[in-house]
Protein backbone atom coordinates (compact mmCIF):
# COMPACT_ATOMS: atom_id res chain seq x y z
CA UNK A 1 0.00 0.00 0.00
CA UNK A 2 1.00 3.50 -0.85
CA UNK A 3 2.29 5.88 1.36
CA UNK A 4 1.65 9.28 1.32
CA UNK A 5 3.34 12.60 2.47
CA UNK A 6 1.86 15.65 0.43
CA UNK A 7 -1.62 16.97 -1.24
CA UNK A 8 -1.59 16.21 -5.40
CA UNK A 9 -1.09 19.11 -7.49
CA UNK A 10 -0.80 19.35 -11.61
CA UNK A 11 -0.20 22.19 -13.78
CA UNK A 12 -4.62 22.98 -14.34
CA UNK A 13 -6.23 21.00 -11.21
CA UNK A 14 -4.87 21.82 -7.63
CA UNK A 15 -5.51 20.04 -4.08
CA UNK A 16 -4.65 22.15 -1.20
CA UNK A 17 -4.76 20.01 2.40
CA UNK A 18 -4.90 22.08 5.08
CA UNK A 19 -2.41 21.36 8.18
CA UNK A 20 -3.36 19.60 11.32
CA UNK A 21 -3.39 21.94 14.22
CA UNK A 22 -3.58 21.81 17.49
CA UNK A 23 -7.03 23.99 17.28
CA UNK A 24 -10.02 23.59 14.63
CA UNK A 25 -8.14 23.46 11.35
CA UNK A 26 -8.78 25.87 8.83
CA UNK A 27 -7.95 25.86 4.94
CA UNK A 28 -7.14 29.18 3.43
CA UNK A 29 -9.49 28.40 0.32
CA UNK A 30 -12.78 27.33 2.01
CA UNK A 31 -13.32 24.91 4.55
CA UNK A 32 -13.32 24.72 8.29
CA UNK A 33 -13.39 21.90 10.37
CA UNK A 34 -13.31 21.42 14.02
CA UNK A 35 -12.32 19.74 16.68
CA UNK A 36 -8.85 18.88 15.12
CA UNK A 37 -9.15 15.86 17.22
CA UNK A 38 -12.05 13.58 18.17
CA UNK A 39 -11.71 11.13 21.18
CA UNK A 40 -13.74 7.94 21.73
CA UNK A 41 -13.42 5.57 24.71
CA UNK A 42 -15.32 2.78 23.62
CA UNK A 43 -14.80 -1.35 24.02
CA UNK A 44 -16.27 -4.53 21.63
CA UNK A 45 -19.73 -4.36 21.21
CA UNK A 46 -19.99 -0.15 21.88
CA UNK A 47 -20.63 2.23 19.93
CA UNK A 48 -20.12 6.29 20.23
CA UNK A 49 -21.39 9.47 18.28
CA UNK A 50 -19.43 13.22 18.16
CA UNK A 51 -20.10 15.90 16.62
CA UNK A 52 -17.92 18.05 13.88
CA UNK A 53 -18.51 21.25 13.13
CA UNK A 54 -17.95 22.17 9.30
CA UNK A 55 -18.27 25.58 8.23
CA UNK A 56 -18.24 26.97 4.43
CA UNK A 57 -16.62 30.42 4.72
CA UNK A 58 -17.14 31.69 1.37
CA UNK A 59 -19.70 34.46 0.83
CA UNK A 60 -21.21 33.84 -2.47
CA UNK A 61 -19.72 29.61 -3.43
CA UNK A 62 -21.71 26.61 -2.88
CA UNK A 63 -19.33 23.72 -1.72
CA UNK A 64 -19.81 20.12 -2.34
CA UNK A 65 -17.76 17.85 -0.21
CA UNK A 66 -17.15 14.36 0.77
CA UNK A 67 -15.32 12.23 3.14
CA UNK A 68 -12.81 9.59 3.05
CA UNK A 69 -10.59 7.84 5.50
CA UNK A 70 -7.08 7.04 5.22
CA UNK A 71 -4.54 5.16 8.13
CA UNK A 72 -1.66 7.45 9.81
CA UNK A 73 1.08 6.79 12.19
CA UNK A 74 4.11 9.37 13.36
CA UNK A 75 7.48 8.93 11.83
CA UNK A 76 10.38 9.11 13.73
CA UNK A 77 10.93 12.93 13.34
CA UNK A 78 6.80 13.31 14.98
CA UNK A 79 5.50 13.61 10.91
CA UNK A 80 2.36 12.24 10.10
CA UNK A 81 2.78 9.31 7.21
CA UNK A 82 -0.30 8.29 5.49
CA UNK A 83 -1.80 4.83 4.29
CA UNK A 84 -4.65 3.78 2.41
CA UNK A 85 -7.37 2.76 5.04
CA UNK A 86 -6.88 -0.60 6.42
CA UNK A 87 -3.90 -0.85 6.32
CA UNK A 88 -2.19 -0.16 9.62
CA UNK A 89 -2.91 -2.25 12.27
CA UNK A 90 -4.04 0.54 14.92
CA UNK A 91 -6.52 1.74 11.86
CA UNK A 92 -10.39 2.19 13.15
CA UNK A 93 -10.89 3.23 9.68
CA UNK A 94 -13.84 0.21 8.86
CA UNK A 95 -15.05 1.14 12.25
CA UNK A 96 -16.14 5.08 11.54
CA UNK A 97 -19.99 5.86 10.07
CA UNK A 98 -20.00 9.53 8.90
CA UNK A 99 -22.15 10.85 5.99
CA UNK A 100 -20.27 10.25 2.50
CA UNK A 101 -21.46 13.15 0.78
CA UNK A 102 -23.16 16.97 1.62
CA UNK A 103 -23.24 20.51 0.06
CA UNK A 104 -22.68 23.77 2.61
CA UNK A 105 -24.04 26.68 1.23
CA UNK A 106 -22.28 30.32 1.22
CA UNK A 107 -21.25 30.80 4.87
CA UNK A 108 -22.75 27.85 5.89
CA UNK A 109 -22.06 25.39 9.05
CA UNK A 110 -22.77 22.17 9.69
CA UNK A 111 -22.19 19.88 12.55
CA UNK A 112 -22.43 16.33 11.14
CA UNK A 113 -22.30 12.59 13.58
CA UNK A 114 -19.33 10.62 13.69
CA UNK A 115 -20.11 7.70 14.88
CA UNK A 116 -17.40 4.68 15.72
CA UNK A 117 -19.00 1.56 16.21
CA UNK A 118 -16.14 -1.30 17.34
CA UNK A 119 -17.19 -5.17 16.63
CA UNK A 120 -18.37 -6.97 19.09
CA UNK A 121 -16.85 -10.21 18.67
CA UNK A 122 -13.02 -7.66 18.19
CA UNK A 123 -10.41 -8.66 20.42
CA UNK A 124 -6.48 -7.54 19.97
CA UNK A 125 -4.53 -7.12 23.09
CA UNK A 126 -1.43 -5.95 20.73
CA UNK A 127 -2.95 -2.71 19.66
CA UNK A 128 -3.69 -0.40 22.67
CA UNK A 129 -5.48 2.46 20.67
CA UNK A 130 -6.91 2.87 16.58
CA UNK A 131 -6.49 5.99 14.83
CA UNK A 132 -7.81 7.10 11.79
CA UNK A 133 -7.55 9.94 9.82
CA UNK A 134 -10.72 11.80 8.36
CA UNK A 135 -10.86 14.25 5.63
CA UNK A 136 -13.43 16.13 4.11
CA UNK A 137 -12.98 16.98 0.50
CA UNK A 138 -13.99 19.56 -1.90
CA UNK A 139 -15.30 18.13 -5.05
CA UNK A 140 -16.34 20.80 -6.95
CA UNK A 141 -13.44 22.83 -7.90
CA UNK A 142 -13.15 26.65 -7.94
CA UNK A 143 -12.04 28.75 -11.02
CA UNK A 144 -8.99 30.77 -10.35
CA UNK A 145 -6.33 32.31 -12.21
CA UNK A 146 -2.63 31.67 -10.30
CA UNK A 147 0.44 34.33 -10.64
CA UNK A 148 0.65 33.99 -14.25
CA UNK A 149 -2.54 34.66 -15.35
CA UNK A 150 -2.97 30.96 -16.30
CA UNK A 151 -6.90 29.20 -15.53
CA UNK A 152 -6.20 27.12 -12.67
CA UNK A 153 -9.17 25.06 -10.88
CA UNK A 154 -8.95 24.51 -6.97
CA UNK A 155 -10.24 22.42 -4.59
CA UNK A 156 -9.33 21.90 -0.86
CA UNK A 157 -9.58 18.99 1.55
CA UNK A 158 -8.93 19.16 5.10
CA UNK A 159 -8.46 16.55 7.87
CA UNK A 160 -8.90 15.59 11.71
CA UNK A 161 -7.98 12.89 13.93
CA UNK A 162 -9.56 10.27 15.60
CA UNK A 163 -8.96 8.61 18.25
CA UNK A 164 -10.16 5.29 20.15
CA UNK A 165 -8.86 3.64 23.76
CA UNK A 166 -10.14 0.96 25.91
CA UNK A 167 -12.35 2.18 28.72
CA UNK A 168 -10.30 1.59 32.36
CA UNK A 169 -6.60 1.63 32.21
CA UNK A 170 -5.54 4.78 31.02
CA UNK A 171 -1.47 5.02 31.61
CA UNK A 172 0.25 7.74 29.28
CA UNK A 173 3.73 6.92 29.81
CA UNK A 174 7.40 8.11 28.20
CA UNK A 175 11.14 7.43 28.83
CA UNK A 176 13.95 9.53 27.63
CA UNK A 177 16.44 7.18 25.60
CA UNK A 178 18.92 9.75 24.39
CA UNK A 179 20.05 13.60 24.29
CA UNK A 180 22.60 14.43 21.94
CA UNK A 181 24.03 17.64 20.32
CA UNK A 182 24.36 18.01 16.41
CA UNK A 183 26.12 20.20 14.39
CA UNK A 184 25.10 21.31 10.96
CA UNK A 185 27.00 22.13 7.76
CA UNK A 186 24.04 24.35 6.60
CA UNK A 187 21.64 25.64 9.30
CA UNK A 188 21.83 26.10 12.90
CA UNK A 189 22.91 23.36 15.21
CA UNK A 190 20.76 21.42 17.15
CA UNK A 191 19.79 19.41 20.19
CA UNK A 192 17.75 16.08 19.64
CA UNK A 193 16.32 14.48 22.23
CA UNK A 194 15.06 10.79 21.76
CA UNK A 195 12.23 9.61 23.65
CA UNK A 196 10.07 6.46 23.49
CA UNK A 197 6.34 6.22 24.14
CA UNK A 198 6.02 3.34 26.30
CA UNK A 199 2.40 3.62 28.08
CA UNK A 200 -1.24 2.14 26.49
CA UNK A 201 -2.24 5.71 25.07
CA UNK A 202 -1.25 8.55 23.29
CA UNK A 203 0.77 10.76 25.10
CA UNK A 204 0.92 14.64 24.17
CA UNK A 205 3.06 17.86 25.93
CA UNK A 206 5.73 20.27 25.51
CA UNK A 207 9.55 20.17 25.91
CA UNK A 208 10.64 23.19 27.67
CA UNK A 209 14.36 23.65 27.76
CA UNK A 210 17.04 26.07 29.20
CA UNK A 211 20.87 26.45 28.27
CA UNK A 212 23.70 27.49 30.81
CA UNK A 213 26.35 29.16 29.62
CA UNK A 214 29.16 27.49 31.97
CA UNK A 215 31.57 30.39 31.66
CA UNK A 216 28.87 33.15 32.43
CA UNK A 217 26.28 32.03 34.11
CA UNK A 218 23.88 33.39 31.46
CA UNK A 219 20.69 31.43 30.34
CA UNK A 220 18.96 30.98 27.46
CA UNK A 221 15.66 29.61 27.07
CA UNK A 222 14.46 27.98 24.24
CA UNK A 223 10.71 28.04 23.00
CA UNK A 224 8.16 25.12 24.02
CA UNK A 225 8.53 22.50 21.44
CA UNK A 226 5.11 20.76 21.42
CA UNK A 227 5.09 16.63 20.63
CA UNK A 228 2.52 14.39 19.88
CA UNK A 229 3.44 10.84 20.31
CA UNK A 230 1.29 7.30 20.35
CA UNK A 231 2.07 3.74 22.14
CA UNK A 232 5.13 2.37 20.56
CA UNK A 233 6.38 5.34 18.94
CA UNK A 234 10.47 5.93 18.70
CA UNK A 235 10.87 10.06 18.67
CA UNK A 236 14.10 12.03 17.53
CA UNK A 237 12.87 15.45 18.65
CA UNK A 238 14.96 18.30 16.35
CA UNK A 239 15.12 21.21 18.60
CA UNK A 240 16.90 24.12 16.92
CA UNK A 241 19.76 26.23 18.69
CA UNK A 242 19.76 30.12 18.16
CA UNK A 243 21.50 31.18 15.60
CA UNK A 244 23.71 34.17 18.02
CA UNK A 245 24.42 31.44 20.50
CA UNK A 246 27.48 32.34 21.43
CA UNK A 247 30.27 29.92 21.38
CA UNK A 248 30.96 28.43 24.92
CA UNK A 249 30.26 25.39 27.10
CA UNK A 250 26.79 24.25 27.98
CA UNK A 251 24.16 22.65 30.12
CA UNK A 252 20.90 21.88 27.93
CA UNK A 253 18.29 21.00 30.62
CA UNK A 254 14.83 19.89 28.96
CA UNK A 255 11.35 19.20 31.14
CA UNK A 256 8.97 17.30 29.41
CA UNK A 257 5.35 17.62 29.73
CA UNK A 258 3.01 15.14 28.74
CA UNK A 259 -0.58 13.44 29.68
CA UNK A 260 -3.48 14.69 31.76
CA UNK A 261 -1.62 14.94 34.47
CA UNK A 262 1.23 16.69 33.35
CA UNK A 263 3.89 13.92 34.22
CA UNK A 264 7.20 15.38 34.11
CA UNK A 265 10.79 13.85 32.65
CA UNK A 266 14.25 15.71 33.22
CA UNK A 267 17.07 15.08 30.61
CA UNK A 268 20.68 17.12 30.97
CA UNK A 269 23.36 17.31 28.57
CA UNK A 270 26.52 19.15 28.45
CA UNK A 271 28.12 20.01 25.36
CA UNK A 272 30.48 22.08 23.19
CA UNK A 273 29.21 24.92 20.98
CA UNK A 274 30.51 26.77 17.94
CA UNK A 275 34.51 27.27 18.26
CA UNK A 276 34.98 25.07 20.89
CA UNK A 277 31.97 22.69 19.27
CA UNK A 278 32.78 18.76 18.06
Known amino acids: MRPSLSAL ?93 FSLGPEETKEIDVQLSIPAGYSNDTVPVHTAMLYVTQLNPRESVDKDGANIRIAVRTGIKLYQRLPGAYKPELDITGFGYETAQEGPSALVLSFANTGNVWADGAMKLELLNQATGAKTVIPDVAFFSMPGDRREQYIALPDDLEPASYIATALVNYGDANALKIAELEFNHGRNGN
Open 9 to 101: STCCWILLLANLLPHPASAQMGITIGPSRVYYTIGPGQSQTEKVRITNPSKDYTLELGISFEDWHYSAQGDNVLYDPGTLPSSCAAWVNAPAF
